[in-house]
């Protein structure tokens, strides 16, 4: 099946959710393909990465939006924000910190959603849940920071949707319009229990290349 293709079949499931298309390892002529197909919003997990690929395409495309979906260093902070419209993953308050130093410094003012560790998972990113409110405040009130939306990442093996309708439910309760959450395998779950965005690779551009 074709890049356009499987942008179909996904776009007849997506409901009022919008697609944003993972790009990550996946080359400029495949993404060049969702976007003569009508994609424009997208989705990389590492700043370098996206350094290379999206200038070019942002070029022949102004109307492209680029989220950040992966961890972020705090040194790579000011890239970050000079590149990204939307950062999925502020989730700590050190790059809060350092994310309004370089809005100061670049004067770019990306949109940013908090990463919830909604299984409480000891190895994975993420504020807790039960935490999340303290962070919103410090994001808003100490760095000035725009904040849209919450992100998750649901733990592995397990039924989502559950931690799916608490990120919701999180989202609801400190009003945050955007809902982040599904990927190929769960996306139609997400959807289902209010996602407002999914993230979407795989079923989107097929099998991601080896990494180098
Ligand atoms: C890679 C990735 C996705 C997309 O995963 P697929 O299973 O290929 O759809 C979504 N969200 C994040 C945070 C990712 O890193």
């Known amino acids: 099946m074709s890049i356009a293709e499987n942008l179909s079949r996904i776009r007849a499931h997506l409901g009022k959710a919008t697609l944003i298309a993972v790009s990550k390892t996946q080359s400029a002529e495949a993404v060049r393909e969702a976007l003569a197909a009508g994609q424009r919003i997208f989705g990389e997990n590492r700043v370098q990465e996206a350094q290379a690929k999206f200038p070019p395409l942002r070029g022949d495309f102004p109307d492209l939006e680029l989220h950040l979906i992966g961890a972020l260093q705090t040194n790579k902070a000011a890239d970050a924000v000079a590149l990204f419209d939307v950062i999925q993953t502020l989730d700590r308050p050190k790059l809060a910190d350092a994310v309004a130093k370089a809005i100061q410094k670049t004067g770019k003012r990306p949109r940013f959603y908090i990463e919830i560790n909604i299984g409480r998972e000891p190895q994975k990113a993420g504020i807790a849940p039960e935490d999340a409110e303290d962070f919103l405040a410090y994001c808003r009130t100490a760095c000035q920071l725009d904040i849209a939306g919450l992100m998750c990442i649901p733990p592995e093996e397990q039924d989502p949707a559950p931690y799916f309708k608490e990120l919701r439910a999180l989202a609801t309760r400190l009003g945050l319009p955007h809902i ?33």
């Not at 997400?190 to 993230?199: D, K, L, Q, Y």
């Open 180 to 212: 982040s959450m599904g990927m190929s395998a769960d996306y139609e779950t997400a959807i289902a229990c209010g996602a407002t965005e999914v993230r979407v690779g795989t079923a989107l551009f097929g099998k991601r290349p080896a990494k180098a």
